[in-house]
């Protein structure tokens, strides 16, 4: 799998396909931001090259186990942090890590703050 050149704005919908272990999981339409990276350098925005142009994945039952969710989660919290992280990349055009750390650094300040 590999990332061109977003065509972004347009509607996303992946539908999350129960494997190993089944979690309910709806996608909520978010311009297919998991199938899209931030350029670390340039902060463009590249799209996965099977991404088409409605932001649906065009090979959808063939896709990797990297894409398929319940596989790499086993919680809703899982798949919940997972969007939550490549929804604040692309509105934000930072790298996934970059997310990441945003979102852990927020949680450690509202935990302090509480204590
Ligand atoms: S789900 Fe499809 S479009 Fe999205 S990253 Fe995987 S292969 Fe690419
Ligand atoms: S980040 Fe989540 S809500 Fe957005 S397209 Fe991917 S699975 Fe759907």
Redesign the pocket.
Known sequence: MSFTKSTSGKK?H?L?KPSIKPIEHV?????????KRVDQKTREIYSCQYLDENNLCSIFEYRPIACR?DNRYHSKLGINF??QV??LSLSKLMTQEEATMEIFSTLTEKTNENE
Request: hydrophobic share 25%; net charge negative; glycine share 6%.
């Open positions: 996303a992946l999350i996608c909520e339409n978010c311009n297919g931001s998991c199938c969710l997972h969007c490549s929804q």
